[in-house]
């Protein structure tokens, strides 16, 4: 992005009105500037769907790809450019269902990246189906006698996968989510932040409501750090759901792994030696 300006300018929306992506929108503009980021080192990814459509309301460096795929290019964007800001913001159907493989594997690759998964247990974009973290029963024009699946839990499955920064929050407590954002982007490695957002036109029983019934914060008493405790929290999710960081571990980076993007400048940065591929391409013939 040439633009230098330091202001993340919010454009008008497509969302409905009272969208729990308004409160994430804003609490990650908060979270970029509080961070003193300048628009053109960030980039914002995303895959298909309402909550994916963030990047294009924020002025920064922007790219959405195919429906779950958003992971591998922000991974890609991240190799080629280390000094980027990357942060992928994308819904739960795009995050755990249709690019739930990604979210498994790069997990593992620990590439340093922050996920904000704008999680509404349905699909909004077309218009109200089951989607990955759907309720058991929940019905829909779809699943008219509600979903028969068991419901994803992303928390429990990045655990599982070995993710070193691994939170919840809600869309309607910005204090706590424009923390937790800028806790996700300083942290060094993958980092997930699974946040509850009312879809106010397609899920009825998730509402703003019904979660501020019942979620509560993770006190000081809580250590992030104990695995089996973690795996206990990220198992809550009924008539109390915690939020806050319900996992943290230090790890090695993909770049700290690897010997020869640890050493050199970034590869976006590097001279192209068109001889080369000359070179290396005599030896095909
Ligand atoms: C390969 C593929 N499958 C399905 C679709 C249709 N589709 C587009 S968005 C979407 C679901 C979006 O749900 P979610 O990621 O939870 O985001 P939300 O719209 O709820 O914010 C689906 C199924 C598609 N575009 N491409």
Redo the contacts with the bound molecule.
């Keep these: 992005m040439s633009d230098t300006s330091k202001e993340f300018c919010m454009y008008e929306t497509a969302w409905c009105p009272g969208c729990g992506?308004f409160g994430i929108i804003k609490c990650l503009k908060q979270a970029l500037e509080e961070l003193n980021k300048d628009p053109h080192e960030v980039l914002l990814m995303a895959?298909?769907?309402?909550?994916?459509k963030t990047p294009q309301y924020l002025k920064t460096n922007s790219f959405s790809g195919?429906?779950?795929r958003s992971l591998p290019a922000a991974i890609a964007a991240k190799i080629a450019n280390n000094n980027l800001t990357i942060v992928v913001n994308?819904?739960?159907?795009?995050?755990y269902?249709?690019g739930g493989n990604h979210f498994i594997h790069n997990i593992r690759r620990n590439v340093d990246i922050s996920h904000f998964v704008?999680d509404?247990q349905?699909?909004?974009?077309?218009k109200g189906?089951a989607?990955p973290t759907s309720s058991e029963g929940f019905v829909t024009g779809v699943q008219t006698e509600g979903s028969m699946n068991t419901p994803f839990n992303p928390l429990m499955m990045a655990i599982a996968a070995g993710a070193g920064f691994v939170a919840r929050s809600f869309s309607g407590d910005p204090v706590q989510l424009v923390e937790l954002m800028k806790k996700a982007i300083l942290y060094k490695g993958y980092a997930l932040v699974d946040i509850l957002q009312p879809?106010v036109t397609f899920n009825k029983i998730n509402t703003f409501a019904y979660y501020k019934k019942r979620v509560y914060h993770l006190d000081e008493s809580y250590d992030p750090h104990d695995k089996m405790a973690a795996i206990q929290k990220a198992l809550e999710f009924g008539d109390k759901i915690p939020t806050g960081i319900i996992y943290q571990e230090q790890k090695q980076t993909f770049y700290d792994k690897n010997k020869v993007l640890s050493t050199a400048i970034p590869l976006c940065e590097q001279k192209l030696d068109p001889s080369l591929l000359e070179k290396y391409s005599q030896e095909f013939i």
């Design positions: 992506n895959g298909i769907g309402q909550a994916a195919l429906h779950g994308t819904g739960e159907g795009d995050s269902g249709e704008h509404n349905v699909y909004g974009l077309t189906q989607s879809c």
